[in-house]
């Protein structure tokens, strides 16, 4: 099993409407929840992080961390075509920055 | 502006051919990341540096190799390329002591026949 579960989609959604996206996984022990936003045939870039538990928000995006459940949410409100992209979590546990990545999901967004 | 290149982008080798992936960045962070990606199984980490003459393996290292002299660049070397390597490449730099800042860079995609 592995230890970060991200369901690879395609989830598709029209323009303006709520994205919802979640990873669950198994360490107790990761500390530090990330989401990744990767464009086809590009690297990955960092949207945000969140420490610990809790809610994080950043202009249309919300990222939730529910370490009693041991599962992390993305929400992107008013979605564009833009935001078509694929989107990775990852976590780690440490202060030496080894990620435990998900599989990825893949978001189109129709106009 | 600061940045981290790789080169070649795309690579087609035979089996049983050395192959070196190429990274570098000019963040002069210490912390330097190989990753492959494939399909389902997203980013696995291949190896991994915190800074000059610092390596070390990850979770899929077998049949990977890396060196570090110096903070900007941390070449891939694969010793003996197998049709399993075939896969996209991602070198990433950090200087966060967490680690969840990763800068990554384009990606080299490499086939091997």
């Known amino acids: 099993q592995k230890e970060v579960e991200q369901d690879p989609g395609p989830l598709s959604v029209p323009e303006g409407a709520i994205v919802s996206l979640n990873c669950t996984y198994s360490n107790s022990a990761f500390q530090y929840f990330m989401w990744y936003r990767q464009y086809s045939r590009k690297g990955p870039e960092l949207l945000m992080y969140?420490?610990?538990?809790g809610n994080k928000e950043d202009g249309r995006f919300t990222a939730q961390v529910d370490k009693s459940s041991k599962y992390i949410s993305l929400f992107i409100r008013d979605s564009q075509p833009s935001d078509s992209a694929t989107y990775l979590c990852?976590?780690?546990?440490?202060?030496?920055?080894?990620?435990?990545f998900g599989a990825g999901t893949q978001v189109v967004v129709t106009p | 502006d600061a940045e981290i290149t790789q080169s070649p982008r795309h690579k087609i080798t035979e089996t049983g051919r050395q192959v070196t992936l190429a990274c570098h960045q000019t963040?002069?962070?210490?912390?330097m990341f190989w990753y492959r990606q494939d399909l389902g199984h997203g980013l696995r980490l291949i190896h991994y540096s915190y800074g000059v003459q610092d390596t070390n393996k990850g979770e899929v290292s077998d049949g990977y190799s890396v060196s570090r002299s110096n903070t900007e660049d941390l070449p891939l070397t694969l010793e003996s390329a197998a049709s399993s390597q075939t896969s996209v490449y991602f070198c990433a730099s950090s200087d966060s002591p967490q680690g969840h800042e990763q800068f990554f860079g384009p990606g080299t995609r490499l086939t091997v026949l």
């Open positions: 963040w002069n962070h210490n912390n």
């Open positions: 969140t420490y610990s538990s």
């Open positions: 990852a976590m780690t546990t440490d202060s030496w920055g080894k990620l435990q």
